[in-house]
C-alpha cells in the first residue's frame, strides 16, 4: 500500500529517469557540424541529414515540446498541498 | 591570440560541450529542428496589417508549413539558414508545397493569406458570355438538348445580349439525368467521360470546385479553408477530382467528334428521355454501342487524370447513388 513518498525518495526517482531517446538527439550525437568557414548558424547544427530524416526527427520533436508543454500546464494547474509539519525557517 | 580558423572553429567546441548535457542538448535540437517554438510572435496576428512585409509573409509561411508539413517546414528552415532570400524562399517554398500537394495552386505566400487556394470551374451556362468561353460545351447543349442562347432586347446596351434561358436550362438537366444515370451503368469507358461531362455541363457533379464559379462560391456564403493539414488533403482531393472531370470532359468532347455511333446513340437517348419526360414515364431504355468499350482502370490509376481515373471516379462517387 501506497504510503506516500518523502522528498528524497521524490528527488532520487526523478533522478533516475533516463534522458528521452529522440530521433533528433541520435542525429545530434552521430552528426558532426560543417567544418570551417560558414555562414549563418551552419556551424552549429549537424550537416548532411536528408530532409526525410529531418522530418521525421521535427514531427517528434514538436510533438514532444507539445508534451511537455501540456505536462507544464497541469503541473502549474496543481493545488498546493498544505503542510502538516512544522518549518521554523519559513518566516526567515 | 585566436586565429580566425580557432574562433571559427569555437562553436564546434561549444557544441561538442553542449551534447555532453542531456538539457543542453535537446535545447540544441529544438532550436535545430522546431526554431518557430521559440518565436513568442503569433504568425497571423504578426501578419495582420502587415501583409506587404516580408518577414511578416516568411513566419506565416513558416507557422504554415509547421501545421502542415514538417517536410516543408526543415527544408525552409534549412534554406532560410544557409541565406535565402525571399524572392528564393517564396520559390521554393511555393514548389515543395506544389510537390507535396500536387493538385493545390499556389505561387505566392502573399495568397496563402486568404486561407488555403482553390481553383474554380464553374460554369455560367446561362451568362451572355458562355458560348464564346466554353463554345464545345455550348455545342452540345445546342446540337443534342436543343438549347441556346437566345437573343434579349437591351436597347441600353451597345452589343447584342444573348444568354441560353434558365428555364430552357432547367429543363435541359431534367432530361440529361436520367441519360447521365444510363451512363453511368454502363460502367465502361467512354461512357464514363460522358457522363462526367454531362455532371459538369449541367453542373451537378457534388465537386464545389466543378459547379460554382469563385464568385458563386463565396457569394454563397462559403469560407476560405485554414491551413491545417486534414484541409489541405481534402482540398487536394478535391482538386484531384475536378482535374480529373475536365480531363474526362476533353476527352469526351472529343468521342462525339470522332465517333458517329457514340454522337448518335447520344442523340437517340437525350431525345427518348425527353419524350418519356414528356409522357411522364418512370422508365426509359436506352442502348449504347458496344464496339470499343473498355471496362478496366488500369494500374496506377489512383494518382493520374486520364480514362482510367475517370472510370474509378465514376464508380467511387456516382454509381452508388446509382
Known amino acids: 500500500m501506497f504510503n506516500g ?15 528521452v531517446e529522440l530521433k533528433g538527439l541520435a542525429l545530434l550525437r552521430r552528426r558532426q ?34 508534451s511537455c508543454e501540456r505536462a507544464t500546464k497541469r503541473l502549474q494547474a496543481l493545488r498546493p498541498v498544505p503542510l502538516t509539519v512544522p518549518v521554523e525557517e519559513w518566516p526567515l | 591570440m585566436s586565429t580566425a580558423t580557432d574562433l571559427q572553429d569555437a562553436s564546434r567546441l561549444l557544441v561538442r560541450g553542449m551534447k555532453q548535457d542531456a538539457t543542453l542538448s535537446l535545447a540544441l535540437v529544438a532550436a535545430w529542428l522546431d526554431p518557430l517554438w521559440f518565436s513568442k510572435v503569433d504568425p497571423i496576428d504578426d501578419l495582420a496589417g502587415n501583409e506587404g512585409d516580408e518577414g511578416a509573409l516568411t513566419l506565416f509561411a513558416l507557422g504554415v508549413a509547421r501545421t502542415c508539413s514538417p517536410l516543408l517546414y526543415v527544408e525552409a528552415v534549412q534554406g532560410l539558414r544557409s541565406g535565402w532570400t525571399f524572392t528564393q524562399f517564396e520559390a521554393a517554398f511555393c514548389a515543395g508545397f506544389r510537390r507535396e500537394f500536387r493538385f493545390l495552386p499556389l505561387s505566392s505566400i502573399e495568397e496563402m493569406i486568404y486561407g488555403v487556394p482553390l481553383d474554380f470551374s464553374g460554369l455560367e451556362q446561362t451568362g451572355p458570355e458562355f458560348a464564346s468561353q466554353h463554345p464545345d460545351l455550348a455545342a452540345v447543349l445546342d446540337r443534342y438538348f436543343d438549347v441556346r ?49 454531362l455532371l459538369y455541363l449541367f453542373s451537378i457533379t457534388g465537386n464545389s470546385l466543378l459547379d460554382y464559379t469563385a464568385d458563386d462560391y463565396w457569394e454563397a456564403g462559403y469560407e476560405a ?10 482540398a487536394g482531393e478535391a482538386c484531384r477530382e475536378a482535374r480529373i472531370v475536365l480531363d474526362a470532359t476533353d476527352r469526351a468532347l472529343a468521342v462525339l467528334d470522332a465517333r458517329s455511333d457514340v454522337a ?51 464508380r467511387d462517387c456516382y454509381a452508388q447513388e446509382n
Open chain 2, 225 to 234: 479553408l485554414y491551413w491545417e493539414r486534414e484541409h489541405l488533403e481534402m
Open chain 1, 5 to 19: 513518498l518523502t522528498p528524497i525518495q521524490l528527488y532520487d526517482i526523478l533522478a533516475a529517469v533516463e534522458p
Open chain 2, 149 to 197: 442562347p437566345v437573343a434579349e432586347p437591351r436597347p441600353w446596351r451597345d452589343e447584342p445580349y444573348a444568354a441560353i434561358p434558365e428555364a430552357d436550362f432547367e429543363a435541359a438537366s431534367n432530361v440529361a439525368r436520367p441519360v447521365i444515370r444510363s451512363l453511368v451503368a454502363q460502367d465502361c469507358q467512354p461512357y464514363a467521360d460522358l457522363a462526367l461531362m
Open chain 1, 33 to 66: 557540424p560543417r567544418r570551417g568557414p560558414t555562414n549563418g548558424a551552419g556551424c552549429w547544427f549537424p550537416a548532411e541529414t536528408s530532409s526525410r530524416t529531418l522530418a521525421e526527427a521535427a514531427t517528434e520533436m514538436m510533438a514532444y515540446l507539445q
Open chain 2, 264 to 314: 448518335g446513340a447520344l442523340a437517340e437517348c437525350v431525345a427518348a428521355s425527353r419524350a418519356a419526360l414528356e409522357r411522364n414515364e418512370p422508365h426509359v431504355t436506352f442502348d449504347w454501342p458496344i464496339r470499343g468499350r473498355s471496362r478496366r482502370a488500369g494500374q496506377g490509376v489512383q494518382r493520374g487524370t486520364g480514362p482510367g481515373a475517370g472510370l474509378l471516379l465514376v
